[in-house]
């Protein structure tokens, strides 16, 4: 059964960092690039970074330079570093693979199974 789960979430103050995990089951993580996506209320489900073989790769411009991926395949979790965070950074954030297609960094629309997602907030 393919599963995803995410952790790591808190509440942080702005300028702090956070490593939220993915840890996923059911499938092999060593050939599948893991997207990280996040969503605020009333709006859609946001690419944010993707990790595969080649590294990371930035989705979404506001965190380039801020963060970054890693994995760990004998654990079968992805971890997403998080630094500098700012309150628009605030939101669920939520990992997830193209079963189709891989190799592929996902789009939302890719994504058949979606964990529980965690919850970042930073604010002072």
């Known amino acids: 059964q393919v599963q995803f789960v995410e952790s790591g979430g808190g509440l942080v103050q702005p300028g702090e960092s956070l490593t939220l995990s993915c840890t996923v089951s059911?499938?092999?993580?060593?050939?599948?690039?893991i997207g990280w996506f996040r969503q605020v209320p009333g709006k859609e489900r946001e690419g944010v970074v993707c990790?595969?073989?080649?590294?990371?790769?930035v989705n979404a411009d506001s965190v380039k330079g801020r963060f970054t991926t890693s994995r760990d395949n004998i654990k079968k979790t992805v971890y997403l570093q998080l630094n500098s965070l700012q309150p628009e950074d605030t939101a669920v954030y939520y990992c997830?693979?193209?079963?189709?297609?891989?190799?592929?960094?996902?789009?939302?629309?890719?994504?058949?199974?979606w964990g529980q997602g965690t919850q970042v907030t930073v604010s002072s």
């Open positions: 997830g693979a193209d079963f189709y297609d891989y190799s592929k960094c996902p789009t939302a629309d890719d994504v058949d199974y």
């Open positions: 059911g499938f092999t993580l060593d050939y599948y690039a």
């Open positions: 990790s595969s073989t080649d590294g990371t790769t």
